[in-house]
């Protein structure tokens, strides 16, 4: 239906080393937003694609989207501890007007 | 300034009581939304208002109560507090409705400990 499965769940990784999560969907995707919490705070936004095959940037981080819109990926290269929190993807709510459905989440440990 | 704002930050509270939880955003969005994170993190939606109007009401039980007595300020009341309502509300607006998509601010959240 109108689900969005996020993995891994979990990933833990030293300091300097890269990061991906994944955001995956039964049906075609209007767009993808992605968002950020850190330990005991809010969720805040980073950024949203819409286009077949689009990729961002934000220094470190790359997101892209599936040519297909059924996906999408965040890469993190060379991870710092500011890195660590929960990374998730959302969809717009399709004909549901005003919903977006999150993904269940990536939460990332950095080790120094 | 404070984008979107909530009050109180904690609340603990014994079973069987009713509480209140506010937010006001000063963005001048029309689309607020209550957002509930349980202990795993997933964010599940509850309500959704367009200015004052509910639009997105989800399986909440009807023990739930949002008011919205403007577009600026979107309330959630909670009558007969149970142990599974223990959680973070956050609070949340957008510019639009997700139909075109907005992006969310959320509010710092509400953590509400039923005992």
């Known amino acids: 239906g109108q689900q969005v499965m996020q993995i891994p769940q979990y990933q833990h990784v030293q300091e300097g080393e890269d990061f991906t999560t994944y955001c995956n969907s039964s049906?075609?995707?209007?767009?993808i937003q992605w968002y950020k919490q850190r330990p005991g705070g809010h969720p805040v936004f980073l950024i949203q694609?819409?286009?077949?095959?689009e990729v961002k940037k934000q220094k470190r981080l790359t997101f892209q989207f599936g040519e297909a819109k059924k996906n999408s990926s965040l890469h993190i290269t060379a991870t710092q501890t500011t890195d660590v929190g929960t990374y998730f993807c959302?969809?717009?709510?399709?004909?549901?007007?005003?919903?977006?459905?999150f993904g269940q989440g990536t939460i990332l440990t950095v080790h120094p | 300034d404070t984008a979107v704002s909530q009050t109180p930050k904690y609340l603990v509270t014994q079973m069987g009581n009713d509480k209140s939880i506010k937010c006001e955003q000063n963005?001048?969005?029309?689309?607020m939304y209550w957002y509930k994170q349980d202990s795993k993190k997933f964010l599940k939606i509850m309500f959704s208002?367009?200015?004052?109007?509910?639009?997105i009401n989800e399986t909440v039980p009807n023990r739930f109560s949002p008011k919205s007595p403007d577009k600026a300020h979107l309330n959630l009341h909670i009558n007969s507090l149970e142990l599974g309502d223990s959680a973070v509300y956050f609070c949340?607006?957008?510019?639009?409705?997700?139909?075109?998509?907005?992006?969310?601010?959320f509010g710092e959240g509400s953590r509400l400990t039923v005992l």
């Open positions: 049906t075609t995707l209007s767009n």
């Open positions: 963005l001048g969005h029309d689309t």
């Open positions: 208002y367009n200015n004052k109007e509910l639009i």
């Open positions: 949340a607006s957008s510019l639009q409705g997700f139909a075109n998509t907005g992006e969310l601010f």
């Open positions: 694609l819409v286009k077949s095959g």
């Open positions: 959302a969809r717009a709510g399709g004909t549901s007007y005003g919903k977006l459905t």
